[in-house]
């Protein structure tokens, strides 16, 4: 047998989505590729097999909710078990949601990640997962500030900007071990979530977040036709500066003129969520990112709300906030920041971007970023005093969450935590630790 997939790669030279790629790559856009980038497998499998499941926890009710689709409904038995609790069975049918009471129920947490095991039988299918128990929301704590909150409890997230660019590669990881040192390392260094920049992984890196514990901001990746720079960019930060709303109509401005365009973007949004919901690590989706042809936000996060309500929503991360979703999204490397608390949580969602050549772990000479430092030393101390001048002072005010500029260097940008290769920590690791030891919310 011969099976032959045929498609054709456009890049940034159409309006299809594309995330980081630019046929003429250069700072902060990379080089284009095209081809099968994630794993393809074939299996046997029974006349009726099982096509999906998905699991949502009901935290407050005890409850492990389980549904599984197959290509016609049947009886399903579905058991759930760990190391600290006897099976529970429970039988359902395809296509309707199946609820496990789980007693004496084990939370999961990046600091305890404890996930159960999942079996499902289906006349001759069966397959094995996972799933685990945690609840994220915004609501306000003692003092009447919207917190983030995990399990119920204000949780301050610290994380990094993760674009998921490898040199081997581009975007296909050279094996499994460089997934894991990327969240481990980032976990050894205090961070406790990634923001997944405009690209969608292979399930494996999500299992990873899951079982290792690092919660995940995942974004839609971004397509329409080429943004007008001055607009999305110069204009968009000196409007942010002065706390102007900039709306998202003029749709010819940022690159989504064509309404085909617009409808594969709401479908492929609707398919991402489907296709990672399960994950318990991924706590946020974020639907647009600094009006990269984004378009009718409001609309759009009403689908993706309808899609999934157990998970916050970052309508317009950076600037065009249209004042949906559940955080107030700010991109800050320029200016100083003071958070103003308001119905939504607010999150510093791209901050820093500080720079560091390292020589012989570098693909270009030319150079990217935001602020260029020379030594590992000073690069470590303007960290720190970012960190103690612009972010502590905010977590009174209602700073909720942060996400560094970068996990490591990609091409000409060279503001990694890491470089390119994961060679080298460009920054002082114990200072990275204690500074994230202080970032709470309590």
């Not at 003429?24 to 499941?53: C, H, L």
């Not at 759009?300 to 929503?313: K, P, S």
Request: aromatic fraction near 12%; charged fraction near 25%.
């Amino acid at each position: 047998n011969e099976l032959a997939v045929l498609a054709r790669d456009y890049s940034d030279a159409s309006y299809y989505s594309r995330g980081k790629q630019k046929l003429k790559r250069g700072g902060m856009f990379y080089t284009a590729q095209s081809g099968i980038w994630q794993t393809v497998w074939a299996e046997q499998v029974p006349d009726n097999y099982i096509t999906g499941i998905s699991s949502t926890p009901v935290y407050d009710s005890g409850c492990l909710r389980i549904t599984i689709e197959a290509r016609r409904s049947e009886t399903v038995e579905v058991t759930v078990s760990s190391g600290e609790m006897q099976p529970v069975q429970v039988e359902g049918r395809s296509g309707h949601p199946v609820d496990i009471p789980l007693k004496e129920m084990h939370s999961w947490s990046p600091e305890d990640p404890f996930l159960y095991d999942i079996e499902v039988t289906m006349g001759e299918d069966q397959i094995e997962s996972y799933a685990a128990m945690r609840k994220i929301e915004v609501k306000k704590d003692g003092h009447g500030i919207p917190r983030i909150c995990l399990n119920n409890r204000p949780y301050f997230q610290k994380g990094v900007l993760d674009q998921g660019y490898w040199p081997e590669g581009l975007y296909t990881p050279p094996c499994d071990d460089a997934m894991i040192y990327d969240i481990r390392t980032m976990k050894e260094l205090g961070f406790n979530m990634i923001r997944k920049h405009v690209k969608i992984e292979p399930q494996r890196w999500y299992y990873h977040c899951d079982r290792l514990g690092m919660l995940v901001w995942q974004d839609m990746v971004n397509g329409g036709r080429p943004y007008k720079g001055w607009y999305v960019t110069y204009m968009a930060t000196a409007m942010e500066f002065f706390h102007i709303r900039m709306n998202d109509s003029l749709l010819g401005l940022l690159g989504r003129k064509d309404e085909r365009g617009r409808w594969q973007f709401v479908e492929e949004m609707r398919g991402t969520i489907r296709h990672l919901k399960s994950h318990p690590s991924i706590v946020t989706w974020v639907i647009f990112n600094e009006g990269w042809g984004q378009f009718h936000a409001k609309t759009v996060t009403r689908i993706a709300r309808e899609m999934d309500n157990t998970r916050l929503l970052d309508q317009a991360s950076g600037w065009f906030d249209q004042g949906g979703g559940d955080i107030r999204s700010i991109h800050d490397y320029f200016f100083p920041l003071k958070v103003k608390p308001e119905k939504r949580a607010t999150a510093l969602t791209e901050f820093g971007g500080y720079s560091l050549g390292v020589p012989g772990h570098r693909m270009y000479q030319k150079v990217y970023g935001y602020r260029l430092y020379v030594k590992k030393k000073e690069l470590t101390q303007g960290y720190r005093e970012l960190i103690e001048k612009e972010v502590i002072p905010n977590i009174p005010r209602g700073l909720s969450a942060t996400i560094y500029t970068q996990l490591s260097d990609v091409e000409e940008e060279i503001n990694g935590i890491l470089t390119y290769d994961r060679e080298v920590l460009k920054l002082q690791g114990d200072v990275v630790r204690e500074l994230n030891d202080r970032l709470t919310c309590f």
